[in-house]
């Protein structure tokens, strides 16, 4: 249908190759919506008349409603699809008129950008839904205490609140990128035409209007050509795919017999063709390799853009599976993150056990003695000191006797006197709930740091769910007036 100058048809490998048909099928509504305020701005600038919009109307309501009836094959892709549809129901003279002062190249680009803003308002709807099961669940276990780990090694003492309100921290950072990018994205690059804009008397800003723009990309050459939101976009999902990722492995490793701190539920576990026993972790497995096929997708959404003149190259067609792609996997993670962060056993029980028996405290203990007036380095010593005591006896620190302070004291020699009972007592008084008493430090896992963090989350949370709202009823609220100024000129 374009081939004005070439002759004949395309070759059909040739074809098939070039093809976006494939992936269009999700841009086929925004093309649609597209074309209508681009219609009824043409109408309204008096460059087509009521009539031929109202056939351009009809046809492109057809497909609205039912977007079986673009017939798609041969088609280069969806824009062309749905120009060839209009055209043979609302005829030459109205439907060939629809392309007026407009090009597949801000086109395509304005299909992208709406969205790409109806995921980034799903993307940070089920982000907040995420972070409010993290803060929930947080909120149920501030007196679990359990081993933090440095290394995969116990390192000291926590509660699971303390780290699932750690999540919460990373996926705000990831909320607040997705929710910035946004802005980037929301603005209208229609009517830049196919690179230089236009000699024909059209008016953007009511397109833009129509279709729920917060503004323009108004040098026509930027419009056509930059990709650099949706760069953003596919690099703010990879970074947070990847918290994800350190979330489901957290999670698998608990969930392990070894473990026990957690148990999924059954409907976030998949099981085993072979071994009657297993409930396995697949889900969360899932969730973490999507970090490595969205970064992935974000290298290659790089490479295509990288090295590309001003003005549209073919190359960018590419970006479209990518993005898409990289946009439902994310989502999709997000999703069932939240399902498995909502539906977790805890085992509160296992995890106080290990706590009790942990050289976890160590820390806790050395800092007893700082306190007490001893350089840090000789507490340390002692407190090492101690422990290969305890561990010589395969024994808690809980059972360090009066004799083995006394014989580590002999070994340290600490710059400041202290007493075998008194180390002795420190060492055995050192339960988990004490070491995550003493811990005052801001952001530390104490009870009420723990309160303090869980409040300022969901004050902060409140404040995402307000905007975001907002913006998705803004969008939404557009939609609705283009479609009844849809029907009104219909009825004229
Ligand atoms: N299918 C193309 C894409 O997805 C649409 C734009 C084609 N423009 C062009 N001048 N060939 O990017």
Not at 148 to 175: C, K, W
Request: net charge positive.
């Amino acid at each position: 249908m374009y081939r004005s100058l070439p002759k004949g048809t395309m070759d059909e490998d040739v074809l098939a190759f070039l093809s976006s048909i494939q992936h269009d099928q999700s841009i086929l509504y925004y093309d649609i919506v597209g074309s209508e305020a681009h219609s009824i701005m043409l109408k309204e600038q008096g460059i087509i008349s009521l009539e031929e919009l109202k056939k351009i109307l009809a046809a492109l309501e057809e497909a609205k409603k039912n977007p079986a009836v673009v017939e798609t094959e041969g088609a280069e892709d969806i824009h062309e699809a749905l120009e060839a549809f209009v055209i043979k129901q609302a005829g030459m003279g109205a439907g060939g008129k629809m392309h007026t002062a407009r090009s597949r190249n801000d086109q395509v680009v304005l299909d992208m950008r709406m969205k790409v803003r109806d995921d980034i308002n799903a993307l940070c709807a089920s982000l907040i839904d995420l972070i409010g099961a993290l803060v929930k669940q947080a909120g149920k276990n501030r007196d679990a205490a359990m081993p933090l780990y440095t290394h995969t090694q116990q390192g000291q003492l926590g509660t699971l609140s303390h780290v699932l309100l750690s999540y919460a921290d990373a996926l705000f950072r990831d909320l607040e990128r997705a929710y910035l990018c946004f802005g980037r994205i929301n603005q209208s690059p229609l009517g830049a035409c196919a690179i230089g804009g236009t000699s024909i008397n059209i008016d953007r800003k009511r397109t833009a209007v129509l279709l729920g723009f917060d503004g323009l990309v108004r040098n026509s050459v930027d419009a056509t050509t930059s990709r650099d939101a949706f760069v953003e976009y596919v690099a703010s999902l990879s970074i947070l795919s990847t918290t994800l990722a350190r979330m489901a492995e957290d999670l698998i490793i608990w969930s392990t017999a070894e473990f026990g701190f957690v148990e999924l539920d059954d409907r976030f576990s998949s099981t085993s063709s072979a071994m009657p026993q297993k409930k396995n972790p697949d889900p969360l497995e899932l969730v973490r390799a999507k970090a490595a096929v969205i970064a992935g997708r974000l290298v290659s959404v790089l490479g295509i853009t990288k090295g590309l003149p001003s003005g549209y190259s073919r190359d960018l067609q590419d970006l479209k599976p990518q993005l898409l792609e990289a946009s439902t996997a994310a989502i999709g993670a997000v999703r069932v993150m939240k399902g498995v962060v909502e539906t977790l056993k805890v085992n509160k029980k296992r995890m106080l056990a290990v706590s009790k028996t942990s050289y976890a405290i160590s820390l806790d203990i050395a800092e007893q003695l700082v306190a007490k007036g001893l350089p840090f380095r000789n507490a340390h010593k002692i407190v090492g000191a101690l422990v290969a005591r305890a561990a010589a006896k395969e024994a808690p620190l809980s059972e360090i006797t009066v004799k083995d302070a006394a014989a580590v004291l002999k070994k340290v020699r600490p710059e400041k006197k202290l007493g075998a009972e008194e180390l002795a007592r420190i060492a055995k008084g050192m339960t988990p709930a004490r070491s995550i008493a003493l811990r005052r430090s801001a952001g530390s896992p104490n009870k009420k740091e723990q309160d303090e963090m869980i409040k300022a989350a969901r004050t902060k949370l409140a404040g995402y769910e307000a905007g975001v709202g907002k913006r998705t009823k803004f969008v939404q609220g557009a939609l609705d007036n283009l479609a009844k100024t849809v029907d009104k000129y219909l009825a004229a």
